[in-house]
């Protein structure tokens, strides 16, 4: 346990929608099968602002971010999958190993059933971590756990494929994450935003059409124009409520709906049922993805080079401003934060 | 082409709206690849109706009903696949063969784009008739090329196997078919109705547990209670509109919902996308299926036994009171109409 | 920890090819995430047997047999999936939780890589044991781990639904398993067998067809008549290199051959090249399953109420005893071992 | 049917192991359903070679060569699936349309089980050609048929996605597609073969490693060592008997080996068992695939612009020398033949 300190600094939430304060707290030794991670970044996601608003339940105070990447500095008794100093991420779901979704793998989530990792140090079963590629930078790691495993999850369970064409919905960090693996999987990407400016850093990021949704709020009519009226074979959709049922009429028969956001809010969200029906239209709930998934999202950001898209980087006493940036949507890509 | 007339009776409709009526029409012999049925019974089903009100686009004059079962009457040039006198039913989509939907294969529907089975005689490609189990008769096997065959397509899209939950809506042609082909994957039903009556029927065929919605109209609730709170592996349902949220709040994560209709209406159907997503629910709209799951349904039903559950069976010169049963509800299963 | 004793009786080999011997071990508290085990039955596998002939490599010495059966005797910290009292099964893999195979979850089977289960006390992960079906008894419960579950694996594989033809070898426990199961998901069970007396009982667990095959060595060919020529959907291997030429042979164009055993030697098997490709045949591996899999067996052993085979039930001390039947071929399905 | 000629010519087989021999034959008018289309070249395969020495059975004299690419001459009455002028394919299996492999849907072989393709005219269902993409030449489209469909389904039965490792053996037709189709799914390809030179084909085509087989016998260690141990995703089979062994060697657990052809005879072949059951290897017959799999191709090969390779072109009165080119393994990629 060498080189461990006996305190660290962490930000803590005390009670619902408290701003995150720094506390001092003491470190103890991992456990059998536990390792310890020194945090360098987090990332924010919608879920983490909604989080950070206190709209979640669970045990408060509690550290938030259900996002992190760093490098184990302490393993327990027995642990085999990692050594000190990989450089790792954390899962979103910590008791999610592998296999399909269940409620007893998905009960935990980091930051809000449990600490999360706005923290120097995070304990945690050393199941639970994920070495990263050594390519990517701790704040472009830090993307990972949510943003970049629920892109991964939708084009899984839409098995894109080679010539498969797939719609990406606004610049946030799943979407631009889905160009990205998108492209790796030899897919066309159509990407939509109200901002030329956040298309075309979708353009850099390998889009093959940008369609700018104030020109054209009927953008399920662009997405079936541009594919000869077969529309996309996968159309993950970020919005819910205020996009849902267009999403569904831009997609081709027998294709695929990813259900991954609810940014329109958490209402319901009508959907043409006949359309659905009659274009045999799949909508699926994702919610991120396991340990395992994790695991071969890395694999293929290593073989492909591919690096996460950030707009913004703060200080981890600047979480006011993050949410702002986020709240007033400036970011494109993913906002990091950087851990002391 | 010994035994065939040079002329039959069919019933068609004039134009939209208009009621079946009796002509004479001539009968050719069949083309190369082709086969002519002599249709002994149709069944209707919602779409039936929907198209005998002249609400289904296409051309006029036309002959309705899209159901069929008869025998072979003569073969044209090269026909392996069946002989004179086998039984058979005619395909719902008599150009989708095999593989999963696309427009093409969808693109006709027997009764809607092309004459259908109202008539003595049916002239199709012999790839698109499908031989019968032995023990149907007529009456039963006509239930099999939209009802039966929606039925089991559902099951298959929701991979429905031994000790799977599966919920059917009422006690329609389709819900019944479920009941049935669920029992026989080894699954657990659960049959909704607003009839005790009804329900009674849906026990004679296997549902493991009734629920009366009119009792009862928070039916997901029971559901999740009959299931120790986990839901349904599958739901398939019927109503679209009036029932789709329910569907989703039914249905155990990572489980399905089978969009199969709209009889609450062709508007809109509200979902709750929060519930959808942290579920991990599947919807996927089902639309008959193929030829080659028509010939899987009849596989099962011949080691099974199964045999469809018909609560009418009417002459073909009564369609209009064919239609009023099924406004006013008061059919178990399915309607049938027999051909003279 | 009221009520565990601080030691406990274990059957140990101490090296390579010794029989187990009666040792006195201390009990120690079961650790964070940790239960201990009350063990009341276990059974033999051929896999054992190997194992007992000390023919497996592994740390010695050792407390052999990976299937075992009991009650939950204690649970350490944080422990919330089992509670004291609740009947289960320890998993064959006690590291592959869920997912599909890899080396890191299969890195451990009980027997051979750890102690296994002869023993009255197994301490191990919470995460690694199953509750087991309530109208099972301890000796039946104890065949599910290994038998059971490659029984189920191999189904699942196959994707077995109802109007399959199965094909089981042998009067085995995987075998037997086979034909229970097979028949809940609704299948055809072809059995085949060099005795009519132990076909007899497979005929009684459901087997539609029986095929003894010192009558019949060309037993793929009955198989073949069997199913009109199409050849069965899914032949369970278990016989390797004396056996896997003929399984492809009786498999139906598009099935698959699981292999699931080597009864006939650790050499290799011939196959028709040919054959497997112009049938598009599946030969795919099969080595028992996640402890996910095993709950899914056990949720449909308590729906359908299947009991498990057991031919023979000795006492620990008995272990040669049980190595000289299983090597004699005496046994019908398993043969159990009660631990005192 | 302005424009078709009253007669033609084609090359014709007219017993078993005789050559092909130039005939006229008289051109009749397309009928219902079917189209003319004018060939323009064919490729040769192993099978093609098999056929020609007169090693297939099937009806006397005949037309031999199963690929076939040209344009859509005349089209009888009802079809609507292509137009006069469009380049297409003729299908493998002109009765496999879609779905899995069934013995009806593959009844048919063009060359084998009827009339083939080194003709100028070929008469065949409007179902069984396939629009090329337009960037291809003849030469090139005529390789797609079997070569290239067999490459695709491969991949497509291993579920080949980014990040994969794939093996190619050898640089005949298939494999070298097989380099070109998985680098553009994303994978990481490792191509054999006994020739620096045809390695050397195969890395401009995208092969990412290469390995001379005289070199390295035991290849399958080479593909370990180049995978750290883990094994290939995906091994293409296309020996047999010469290979199938270490390709289950070269295979990483839970991977696919795909098999494709028999160059190393049609005898048996042996595979280790233990190996296979143990790596949970699926081992799966690949027999080129249905029509909608073809076009599944076509649009990936215009999304990619991947042009196969051929490495020589003969006129078909050189039908000996092509068959010296196959036997002598002379040729990379493909052999093609013009049609006059």
């Known amino acids: 346990m060498t080189g461990l300190p006996d305190r660290y600094s962490a930000m803590m939430i005390s009670e619902a929608g408290a701003m995150p304060e720094l506390v001092e707290r003491p470190l103890v030794a ?22 950070l608003k206190g709209l979640i339940r669970g045990p408060w105070p509690r550290v938030p971010m259900s996002d992190g990447a760093g490098e184990i500095a302490a393993i327990g008794p027995g642990v085999r999958r990692v050594a000190v100093g990989d450089r ?3 899962a979103f779901h910590p008791t999610w190993l592998a296999g399909r979704p269940t409620p007893a793998r998905k009960r935990h989530i980091l930051g809000d059933t449990c600490d999360g990792c706005l923290q120097q140090y995070v304990t945690i079963s050393a199941e ?48 631009l994450a889905v160009v990205q693996l998108a492209k790796a999987h030899g897919a066309t990407v159509i990407l939509t935003s109200r901002s030329d400016a956040k298309l075309a850093v979708g353009a850099t990021l390998g889009a093959d059409h940008l369609v700018n949704t104030t020109q054209f709020p009927e953008w ?52 043409p049922v006949g359309v659905a029906m009659m274009a045999n239209i799949h909508l699926v709930g994702i919610t991120v993805g396991s340990v395992a998934d994790h695991e071969d999202l890395c694999r293929t950001l290593e073989v492909t080079g591919i690096r996460p898209y950030v707009s913004h980087t703060l200080a981890w006493t600047e979480m006011p401003e993050a949410m702002r940036i986020m709240e007033a949507n400036e970011h494109i890509g993913k906002i990091a934060v950087t851990i002391p």
Do not use: Y
């Open 220 to 271: 399920h009519l662009v997405v079936r124009e541009l594919t000869g009226g077969r529309g996309a074979d996968i159309v993950v959709d970020v919005g819910g409520s205020t996009s849902l049922g267009r999403s569904v009429q831009a997609c081709a028969m027998d294709g695929t709906v990813a259900i991954v956001g609810v940014l329109g809010g958490f209402g319901g969200a009508e959907i």
């Open 128 to 175: 639970a971590v994920i070495k990263v590629p050594a390519h990517l930078s701790d704040i472009e790691a830090a993307t990972l756990p949510c943003a970049g495993l629920t892109a991964w999850s939708s084009l899984r369970e839409g098995a894109c494929s080679v010539g498969d064409v797939v719609v990406a919905q606004g610049t946030g960090g799943v979407s």
């Open 30 to 51: 991992p456990g059998p099968g536990e390792v310890v991670v020194r945090m360098r970044a987090t990332t924010m996601n919608f879920h983490d602002l909604v989080n």
């Open 88 to 90: 790792v991420n954390t």
